[in-house]
Nanobody, 125 residues
């Protein structure tokens, strides 16, 4: 089992920055295949934001966040990060950290086995 706990959400003005953290416990990151960040805005489906493959470190970004968001990891701390810059009101959502042990094509949330509880990000004008 893997337990994921997000932190770092909050209220920020448009154009500002936030850094989300996802602390993992129960298994080391090396036992996971990929980890990612998803988000869900009110009245919308949960969507993929960014992911990272543990072997090789390849990163994958949704078009809506390319050039603004950066995913990173600290293996020693078993922590995943999401640096969010140039935030826009449309980035407002609950952000979830997720992990999966096995490869599947694409970044569908149904393919991720482990989820955090989510952290709220609100961007105001």
């Amino acid at each position: 089992q893997v337990q994921l706990v997000e932190s770092g959400g909050g209220l920020v003005q448009a154009g500002g920055s936030l850094r989300l953290s996802c602390a993992a416990s129960g298994r080391t990151f090396s036992s996971l295949y990929e980890m990612g960040w998803f988000r869900q805005a009110p009245g919308k489906e949960r969507e993929f934001v960014v992911g990272i493959r543990w072997i090789g470190g390849s990163k994958f970004y949704a078009d809506s966040v390319k050039g603004r968001f950066t995913i990173s990891r600290d293996n020693a701390k078993n922590t995943l990060y999401l640096q969010m810059d140039s935030l826009k009101p449309e980035d407002t959502a609950v952000y979830y950290c997720a992990a999966r042990r096995f490869f599947t094509t694409g970044w569908n949330d149904s393919d991720f086995e482990y989820w955090g509880q989510g952290t709220q990000v609100t961007v105001f004008v």
